[in-house]
């Protein structure tokens, strides 16, 4: 039995692709819909409510703190929505529980808590879209976006440092790589998400390691 659905779940696809619209950082629409997908291939293999995994991850970019300046009137907007739709109040918070506690900062910080199954559903699908082809493609467009270089062999990877130093050292396309996206396969939490994420591992690996040989004009 789904949690929540068919047309619930269409007027919250609906609500949070308004949002997803405006966005220019690689969270737009085209995003949501990668990450729904990944989460329907993935969900097959888990014993889990695939509903409520598609409505945090159709949510997920919604209250992202990066992404508004004011992620508790966006969290309200939310619950708002989810209310009106008619979703019961135990499968929101279950919802709220995945959005707050999934992302790569978080997971990293003291006060994460563990997420439900269907959250590590979620988090691994929104992971997978940073990394292999896709990721590659992400990464490049962020940086030329916000006026980083693609590579500079002068320049070490950010690594170990505070909050604020890596804010004031400027980064390469090359090093997010090393920063980032190379630290993902490792910390997918269900088989699936591992099983593909070996292979766009390798993808990256191989595409870095053709960068550098190109730009040493071998
Ligand atoms: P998310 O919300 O998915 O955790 P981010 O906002 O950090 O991710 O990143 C969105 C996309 O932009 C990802 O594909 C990520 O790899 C890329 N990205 C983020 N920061 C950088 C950076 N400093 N250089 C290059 N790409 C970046
Ligand atoms: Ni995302």
New binding site residues.
């Given amino acids: 039995m789904s949690k929540i659905n068919a047309d619930q779940l269409a007027a919250i696809q609906q609500f949070a692709c308004e949002f997803a619209r405006q966005d220019h950082?690689?969270?737009g629409v085209d995003h949501l819909n990668r990450v729904a997908a990944m989460i329907r291939t993935i969900s097959a293999q888990e014993p889990v409510d695939e509903s409520v995994a598609l409505a945090a991850g159709w949510l997920h970019?919604v209250i992202?703190d990066?992404l508004t300046d004011d992620p508790a009137s966006r969290q309200q907007a939310v619950i708002d929505q989810l209310t009106q739709v008619g979703v019961d109040h135990e499968t929101q918070t279950a919802i709220m529980a995945i959005m707050t506690n999934m992302?790569?900062a978080k997971s990293l910080g003291a006060h994460a808590q563990p997420l439900s199954l269907e959250g590590q559903v979620v988090q691994d699908a929104?992971r997978l879209?940073?990394i292999g082809a896709l990721?590659i493609g992400?990464?490049f467009y962020?940086?030329g976006r916000?006026g980083?270089e693609m590579y500079d062999p002068a320049k070490k990877p950010r690594l170990n440092m505070t909050k604020e130093q890596y804010r004031h050292e400027p980064?390469t396309?090359i090093n997010?790589f090393y920063e980032?996206?190379f630290k993902i396969a490792d910390q997918l939490n269900t088989p699936t998400a591992r099983r593909i994420g070996q292979h766009r591992q390798q993808l990256m690996a191989d595409f870095v390691a053709s960068f550098k040989q190109e730009w040493r004009g071998e």
């Fill in positions: 950082s690689g969270h970019d992202d990066k992302s790569f929104d879209d940073a990721g992400r990464a962020y940086s916000f980083e980064g396309t997010h980032k996206l």
